[in-house]
């Protein structure tokens, strides 16, 4: 089973940048999509993006494409998010997720992921 521990997020001013980091361990995280989710105060969790076992595909939501950039490096066990020209409406705690499948819908579709601890984000004026 994969555990996973976030890191990277802070306080941004709007139009900045912010790399996100999700350290994973566990002999499946090789195997395993990987994405990132957010819940703004008040919100229910909602997607971000995915990216499949290889990294060779990714998939965002709509307010996250051209801004934000998944990755990973199953070297090193680790997946990051590239967040560019924040909002002030990017601010949420960002979460960390993994699937026991190995394609980007097993991270949209699914209702088991394994989560981390999540790190707060805040986009100031």
């Known amino acids: 089973q994969v555990q996973l521990a976030e890191s990277g997020g802070g306080l941004v001013q709007s139009g900045g940048s912010l790399r996100l980091s999700c350290a994973a361990s566990g002999r499946t995280f090789s195997t395993s999509a990987m994405g990132w989710f957010r819940q703004a105060p008040g919100k229910e969790r909602e997607f971000v993006a995915a990216?499949?076992?290889?990294?060779?595909?990714?998939y965002y939501t709509d307010s996250a494409k051209d801004r934000f950039t998944i990755s990973r490096d199953n070297a090193k066990n680790m997946v990051f998010l590239q967040m560019n020209s924040l909002k002030l409406e990017d601010t949420a705690v960002y979460l960390c997720a993994a699937s026991e499948g190995s394609a980007t819908t097993d991270i949209v579709q699914s209702t088991s992921l394994l989560w981390g601890q999540g790190t707060l984000v805040t986009v100031s004026s």
């Open positions: 990216i499949n076992w290889s990294g060779g595909k990714t």
